[in-house]
Structures are given as C-alpha cells and as structure tokens.
C-alpha cells in the first residue's frame, strides 16, 4: 500500500554535514504528517523532528539549530538536512509517515559521525 524509501545516510567526520531523503508512495493529499525518528545501540528510540500538512515543524532540543526538517509536495519527499554533525549523533535514521491515520516506517538508514 504505502511505501517510504530512505537515502542520504553515510559515514561523516564531526562538524560535517548530511541530507536525508524520503520518499513516500502515497498521495500528498492523504499525508497527515511526516517525521525523522533515531536509534543508536542500547538506547531507545526518539523522535528527532517533524513536519505537519500545514507546514509546522517541530524539533528535539538535542538538535535545534543543527537539524532541519522539509518537505517538497511535487516529490512526496521529506528531507532532513544535519549540520554540524557530533559523534552523539551516530544512530539509524528512519522516516515516518501518518497516511489517514494509519503509520508507516521507512527501513532506516545508518549515519555514522567519526571523532
């Protein structure tokens, strides 16, 4: 039914910069909101930004002023461009969708940040 396709993610030395990309399949009509989530080893899951139909963004603090979340309606693409980079930020990264109300996970993608 509904499928994400995540890119973007790679080995980075601290200070670097990467984008994210995800696609979504579905309609951007039925798309209720869009979201970047992360895990590293032992930890839990937590949500890192996220993006409504209107346009609102919301951001952990961990990553305010580093991390922006946006989204280009003619693609039915969610980006996340990371700047400065640390080595806490070493974790998959996996996109998430809320299609009519139901959720979908993209298979993550790995971001590695090297000392």
């Known amino acids: 039914q509904v499928q994400l396709v995540e890119s973007g993610g790679g080995l980075v030395q601290a200070g670097g910069s990467l984008r994210l990309s995800c696609a979504v399949s579905?309609?951007?009509?039925?798309?209720?909101?869009m979201d970047w989530y992360r895990q590293a080893p032992g930890k839990q899951r937590e949500l890192v930004a996220d993006i409504i139909s209107g346009g609102s963004t919301n951001y952990a603090d961990p990553v305010k002023g580093r991390f922006t979340i946006s989204r280009v309606n003619a693609k039915n693409t969610v980006y996340l461009q990371m700047n400065s980079l640390k080595p806490e930020d070493t974790a998959v990264y996996y996109c998430?969708?809320?299609?009519?109300?139901?959720?979908?996970w993209g298979q993550g993608t790995q971001v590695t940040v090297s000392s």
């Open positions: 579905a309609s951007i009509h039925s798309i209720n909101a």
């Open positions: 998430h969708a809320v299609v009519m109300g139901a959720e979908y």
